[in-house]
């Protein structure tokens, strides 16, 4: 016998979260405490980005329709209320959550992608790390499976914003000092040191790169900078390179960025790209993983200025953060974080992109003047 497979109104739901937000954006509105405040918190303040998601798209979906089984993932699951949680996130609660949350949950583009929502359903029974993980996996599965009813799971949704607004506002507090800072360059170096050494599938050299541009673009008129998906160059008519900076809509530069072996090869083919929009020269910026096989960078740009017409500038990742830095007379770390956020959910990160901009973000430690104890919660 086939199971009935309940739907989610997303233009209801999108309402209702709406009103949740709004509710818990009002300080002076008392939300009704339910049984599982404590755990509630413990997955939004939690350092599991996915578990975030599937709490609060539980959450909505249940409030919207109370048929929904709030422990179902796929609407293929073998159980009854079985319904397409994807499709509720990544066409409701994404982009609210950037709308109108600032990114609190975390910033993902498409969260139910990730392996902790590939499974039909939520179950002890899923594999996750063990450990912290686990114990999030263990407390998630006991509030989806003990909510009953839709006013219990809008109470819960209201809390669960509640909870990720003092999560934003954490994060942000020592912001103020940061864009006041008087070694704010030396702190975003202190950062780029410590971010840089993970490659996280080249992604963190490409969106360092576009956000160090970007500010310094940001002094003169007519510039935008775009940082395009890593490994996806080329994917478009549009695309040059990594970064691919205008001029008034025509490009102006493009910087090709690689955090792994690349060969001569690699470097023709984005010298090709670049002499096809009329470019007379590509930037190349090497990350700390990145290295040239097969031949020395020197022969590698004779050759292809030989075959392409094309000059290929090398420079490594950390001398080129430092040189753009050393250009650009104010420089507020505030900002430069902000854009990195931004480079990060435009080119369509991993999550573990966000959860490492995070805890390089927590070791940067920035005394106002005079020095304070003002302290950011650790939230991942």
Same mark, same amino acid.
């Given at each position: 016998?086939?199971?009935?497979?309940?739907?989610?109104?997303?233009?209801?739901?999108?309402?209702?979260?709406?009103?949740?937000?709004?509710?818990?954006?009002?300080?002076?509105?008392?939300?009704?405490?339910?049984?599982?405040?404590?755990?509630?918190?413990?997955?939004?303040?939690?350092?599991?980005?996915?578990?975030?998601?599937?709490?609060?798209?539980?959450?909505?979906?249940?409030?919207?329709?109370?048929?929904?089984?709030?422990?179902?993932?796929?609407?293929?699951?073998?159980?009854?209320?079985?319904?397409?949680?994807?499709?509720?996130?990544?066409?409701?609660?994404?982009?609210?959550?950037?709308?109108?949350?600032?990114?609190?949950?975390?910033?993902?583009?498409?969260?139910?992608?990730?392996?902790?929502?590939?499974?039909?359903?939520?179950?002890?029974?899923?594999?996750?790390?063990? @450990?912290?993980?686990?114990?999030?996996?263990?407390?998630?599965? *006991?509030?989806? &499976? %003990?909510?009953?009813?839709?006013?219990? #799971? =809008?109470?819960?949704?209201?809390?669960?914003?509640?909870?990720?607004?003092?999560?934003?506002?954490?994060?942000?507090?020592?912001?103020?000092?940061?864009?006041?800072?008087?070694?704010?360059?030396?702190?975003?170096?202190?950062?780029?040191?410590?971010?840089?050494?993970?490659?996280?599938?080249?992604?963190?050299?490409?969106?360092?790169?576009?956000?160090?541009?970007?500010?310094?673009?940001?002094?003169?008129?007519?510039?935008?900078?775009?940082?395009?998906?890593?490994?996806?160059?080329?994917?478009?008519?549009?695309?040059?390179?990594?970064?691919?900076?205008?001029?008034? @809509?025509?490009?102006?530069?493009?910087?090709?960025?690689?955090? *792994?072996?690349? &060969? %001569?090869?690699?470097?023709?083919?984005? #010298? =090709?790209?670049?002499?096809?929009?009329?470019?007379?020269?590509?930037?190349?910026?090497?990350?700390?993983?990145?290295?040239?096989?097969?031949?020395?960078?020197?022969?590698?740009?004779?050759?292809?200025?030989?075959?392409?017409?094309?000059?290929?500038?090398?420079?490594?990742?950390?001398?080129?953060?430092?040189?753009?830095?050393?250009?650009?007379?104010?420089?507020?770390?505030?900002?430069?974080?902000?854009?990195?956020?931004?480079?990060?959910?435009?080119?369509?990160?991993?999550?573990?992109?966000?959860?490492?901009?995070?805890?390089?973000?927590?070791?940067?430690?920035?005394?106002?003047?005079?020095?304070?104890?003002?302290?950011?919660?650790?939230?991942?």
């Amino acid at each position: 016998m086939s199971l009935a497979k309940p739907t989610v109104d997303q233009r209801a739901a999108e309402q209702l979260l709406r009103e949740a937000i709004s509710i818990a954006q009002d300080d002076s509105r008392e939300i009704p405490a339910t049984e599982w405040d404590i755990e509630i918190r413990t997955i939004i303040q939690g350092k599991h980005l996915t578990f975030r998601y599937i709490l609060v798209t539980a959450l909505l979906g249940k409030a919207t329709n109370p048929n929904i089984n709030a422990l179902s993932l796929q609407a293929g699951a073998d159980v009854k209320g079985a319904y397409d949680a994807r499709s509720l996130c990544h066409g409701v609660v994404v982009p609210l959550e950037r709308q109108l949350l600032s990114s609190s949950l975390g910033g993902s583009n498409e969260p139910f992608l990730n392996k902790p929502a590939r499974f039909p359903m939520i179950s002890p029974s899923n594999a996750v790390r063990a @450990g912290r993980d686990r114990e999030l996996l263990l407390i998630l599965h *006991k509030v989806l &499976s %003990e909510g009953e009813t839709s006013e219990q #799971a =809008f109470n819960s949704l209201c809390t669960a914003m509640r909870y990720a607004i003092a999560r934003q506002t954490a994060r942000t507090e020592l912001f103020p000092q940061l864009s006041e800072s008087a070694d704010s360059h030396l702190k975003i170096i202190e950062f780029v040191d410590a971010f840089v050494t993970r490659s996280i599938e080249g992604q963190v050299a490409a969106i360092v790169s576009g956000t160090i541009l970007s500010t310094y673009f940001d002094q003169f008129e007519g510039f935008e900078v775009t940082v395009h998906p890593v490994n996806q160059s080329g994917a478009s008519s549009n695309e040059v390179a990594d970064v691919d900076i205008k001029k008034n @809509g025509k490009i102006f530069v493009a910087v090709e960025v690689k955090d *792994k072996q690349f &060969s %001569e090869q690699d470097v023709d083919h984005a #010298a =090709f790209k670049a002499s096809q929009y009329g470019l007379k020269s590509i930037t190349f910026v090497i990350g700390v993983n990145g290295t040239c096989i097969g031949s020395s960078l020197e022969q590698v740009a004779k050759t292809v200025l030989i075959t392409r017409s094309v000059n290929v500038i090398f420079v490594d990742l950390v001398s080129f953060v430092r040189s753009v830095i050393a250009l650009c007379p104010e420089f507020p770390f505030a900002t430069f974080f902000a854009k990195l956020q931004y480079y990060a959910i435009s080119a369509r990160v991993r999550d573990e992109m966000f959860e490492h901009i995070e805890r390089v973000f927590q070791s940067v430690q920035v005394p106002p003047n005079p020095p304070s104890n003002t302290t950011l919660e650790r939230t991942e």
